[in-house]
């Protein structure tokens, strides 16, 4: 079986493409060929990824998940045609996942038809086997696609963690947890004043703001550097020009650094760069991965892929999670996917204890490669934090192996990775008004549609704007030396409301 790297992702002629896997530490792989089928506006396909788990019925009572979206590209239009979002059937009927003996896994529709979720079905943990997927493309591409080679296609896959309906305690009771809600259960989505959150909170949440009672799905990691470089190239010239530093037609040989600017190599460890500059209002460039700054770009095991990017900012963020139809994360959610079912614990961490280790990217076995973990492994409450300011972050994942307990991999209750330390986690706050009121609009708008505005901004008009007004950040990044800052509960940046590019600043989103 034979995997497409990235590197061939914007050839201009026709045929079947791979898109990105998520973060490698968990190996997911989407496999070549893509098979379209225009007869049965079908695509065909195979999916693998390691550390699956399906545990209904036992703590965490949860899964984890892929969510799978499929982009296509016209070929009469040449390399400045633009890239689609495909609708998909909203009956899971119509979608297949196969694997001869074998019927662990369900591929679930989702009502908008963004794409779907495949997860196993039955008890039990590891690495999957390759299954075969089969999509069903609907309303249909004839006219657009008529034939097997009148299109390009790529698929992308985002590893996510299940979140189930139920109670959680927000708030941790703590009077040296900075801006603290009252310590409560949130046992519905009913509507909460701001009273009965307490603290610094001013504003009444409705019962449509997402609270994080209701079950939903939640990035197992960060945006890594690999799946920004694949949102990157699907997206027109003047779009890749709102969503990186660098011009896109900027071709100067070996200082190309497209979030940072740099001009020697790459800076806290953020390796994007033009690997093929770009044609004025035309051509879009091509992105790439070249952490080792040797001009060979992608490799697997020695340009960090995995590293989560950093440099992002509240608009980037966004318009990525609009493009994989996600959303932001709520401030309540935060917690929920942090702390899940169990009693809060004053001053706890995300892995639901009161201990630290800092990891940091100047001690690393196996640096930039896909092995890549701190020489700190197996220790309790491993989080990347306490860095220099010429460091950076480091593997997502890299704390977590089959072996380490929830504590050692630093990892929230249900199994989502990071949520303390490496970047900050960008949320829709409940300090602003207008804010919470626009976010609370559960409608079609909530949910990214996978199409980005012509200036390649997000256009969803329930979320914050390009002005993050209304937003925050929670649970520090790297190069946090106070470790108040890392705990479940502290709001110490909760109302940032900025917009800019830090070295410090990546995310995730939800669906």
Same mark, same amino acid.
């Given at each position: 079986?034979?995997?497409?790297?990235?590197?061939?992702?914007?050839?201009?002629?026709?045929?079947?493409?791979?898109?990105?896997?998520?973060?490698?530490?968990?190996?997911?792989?989407?496999?070549?060929?893509?098979?379209?089928?225009?007869?049965?506006?079908?695509?065909?396909?195979?999916?693998?990824?390691?550390?699956?788990?399906?545990?209904?019925?036992?703590?965490?009572?949860?899964?984890?998940?892929?969510?799978?979206?499929?982009?296509?590209?016209?070929?009469?239009?040449?390399?400045?045609?633009?890239?689609?979002?495909?609708?998909?059937?909203?009956?899971?009927?119509?979608?297949?996942?196969?694997?001869?003996?074998?019927?662990?896994?369900?591929?679930?529709?989702?009502?908008?038809?963004?794409?779907?979720?495949?997860?196993?079905?039955?008890? +039990? /943990? =590891?690495? #999957?086997?390759?299954?075969?997927?089969?999509?069903? $493309?609907?309303?249909?591409? %004839?006219? @657009?696609? &008529? *034939?097997?080679?009148?299109?390009?296609?790529?698929?992308?896959?985002?590893?996510?963690?299940?979140?189930?309906?139920?109670?959680?305690?927000?708030?941790? +009771? /703590? =009077?040296? #947890?900075?801006?603290?809600?009252?310590?409560?259960? $949130?046992?519905?989505?009913? %509507?909460? @004043?701001? &009273? *009965?959150?307490?603290?610094?909170?001013?504003?009444?949440?409705?019962?449509?703001?997402?609270?994080?009672?209701?079950?939903?799905?939640?990035?197992?990691?960060?945006?890594?550097?690999?799946?920004?470089?694949?949102?990157?190239?699907?997206?027109?010239?003047?779009?890749?020009?709102?969503?990186?530093?660098?011009?896109?037609?900027?071709?100067?040989?070996?200082?190309?650094?497209?979030?940072?600017?740099?001009?020697?190599?790459?800076?806290?460890?953020?390796?994007?760069?033009?690997?093929?500059?770009?044609?004025?209002?035309?051509?879009?460039?091509?992105?790439?991965?070249?952490?080792?700054?040797?001009?060979?770009?992608?490799?697997?095991?020695?340009?960090?892929?995995?590293?989560?990017?950093?440099?992002?900012?509240?608009?980037?963020?966004?318009?990525?999670?609009?493009?994989?139809?996600?959303?932001?994360?709520?401030?309540?959610?935060?917690?929920?996917?942090?702390?899940?079912?169990?009693?809060?614990?004053?001053?706890?961490?995300?892995?639901?204890?009161?201990?630290?280790?800092?990891?940091?990217?100047?001690?690393?076995?196996?640096?930039?490669?896909?092995?890549?973990?701190?020489?700190?492994?197996?220790?309790?409450?491993?989080?990347?934090?306490?860095?220099?300011?010429?460091?950076?972050?480091?593997?997502?994942?890299?704390?977590?192996?089959?072996?380490?307990?929830?504590?050692?991999?630093?990892?929230?209750?249900?199994?989502?990775?990071?949520?303390?330390?490496?970047?900050?986690?960008?949320?829709?706050?409940?300090?602003?008004?207008?804010?919470?009121?626009?976010?609370?609009?559960?409608?079609?708008?909530?949910?990214?549609?996978?199409?980005?505005?012509?200036?390649?901004?997000?256009?969803?008009?329930?979320?914050?704007?390009?002005?993050?007004?209304?937003?925050?950040?929670?649970?520090?990044?790297?190069?946090?030396?106070?470790?108040?800052?890392?705990?479940?509960?502290?709001?110490?940046?909760?109302?940032?409301?900025?917009?800019?590019?830090?070295?410090?600043?990546?995310?995730?989103?939800?669906?």
């Amino acid at each position: 079986m034979k995997t497409i790297k990235l590197t061939s992702l914007a050839m201009s002629f026709c045929l079947s493409l791979l898109c990105f896997s998520s973060s490698r530490a968990n190996n997911l792989y989407i496999s070549a060929p893509i098979t379209y089928t225009p007869a049965s506006q079908t695509l065909t396909f195979s999916i693998s990824w390691d550390n699956s788990w399906y545990n209904l019925g036992a703590a965490p009572n949860n899964y984890d998940a892929v969510w799978l979206f499929v982009k296509y590209q016209a070929c009469n239009a040449g390399v400045s045609s633009p890239w689609v979002h495909v609708n998909l059937s909203t009956l899971s009927t119509d979608h297949s996942i196969i694997r001869t003996g074998q019927s662990y896994m369900n591929i679930d529709a989702v009502a908008d038809g963004k794409g779907v979720f495949i997860h196993r079905n039955i008890l +039990g /943990s =590891g690495n #999957t086997q390759v299954w075969t997927v089969t999509l069903k $493309i609907s309303p249909t591409l %004839a006219a @657009t696609c &008529a *034939a097997a080679t009148s299109c390009n296609w790529k698929v992308f896959g985002i590893e996510m963690v299940n979140v189930p309906q139920v109670a959680y305690a927000i708030g941790d +009771g /703590s =009077g040296t #947890t900075t801006n603290p809600f009252i310590a409560q259960a $949130i046992n519905t989505e009913a %509507a909460i @004043t701001a &009273a *009965a959150l307490g603290g610094t909170a001013t504003v009444d949440l409705p019962a449509t703001y997402p609270k994080g009672y209701n079950s939903f799905y939640c990035m197992k990691q960060e945006i890594s550097q690999e799946q920004y470089t694949s949102f990157l190239n699907t997206l027109q010239y003047n779009q890749q020009v709102s969503r990186t530093l660098l011009a896109p037609d900027y071709a100067a040989v070996g200082s190309s650094w497209a979030l940072t600017l740099n001009n020697a190599t790459a800076t806290n460890r953020n390796g994007i760069r033009i690997q093929t500059a770009g044609i004025n209002n035309f051509m879009p460039a091509i992105y790439a991965v070249d952490q080792n700054n040797n001009g060979l770009m992608n490799e697997s095991t020695l340009d960090a892929l995995h590293l989560p990017c950093n440099y992002l900012s509240w608009a980037d963020v966004v318009a990525f999670l609009d493009w994989a139809a996600l959303r932001p994360m709520s401030d309540m959610e935060y917690e929920k996917v942090c702390r899940g079912t169990v009693a809060a614990l004053a001053d706890e961490y995300p892995w639901g204890t009161l201990t630290t280790t800092s990891a940091t990217s100047a001690t690393l076995n196996n640096i930039n490669n896909t092995t890549e973990v701190s020489t700190a492994l197996l220790s309790p409450g491993l989080c990347v934090y306490g860095g220099l300011p010429t460091n950076g972050p480091i593997r997502g994942g890299a704390s977590a192996a089959s072996t380490t307990s929830r504590e050692q991999a630093g990892a929230a209750y249900y199994g989502a990775l990071e949520m303390a330390g490496n970047v900050w986690e960008p949320v829709v706050g409940v300090y602003d008004a207008p804010t919470v009121a626009a976010f609370s609009n559960i409608a079609a708008s909530f949910l990214g549609d996978g199409t980005l505005n012509a200036a390649g901004d997000a256009n969803q008009a329930a979320w914050p704007g390009i002005a993050a007004t209304g937003t925050g950040r929670r649970g520090g990044s790297w190069l946090t030396a106070a470790t108040t800052e890392l705990r479940t509960s502290d709001r110490s940046f909760a109302t940032t409301t900025d917009n800019l590019r830090d070295k410090t600043y990546g995310g995730r989103g939800v669906r």
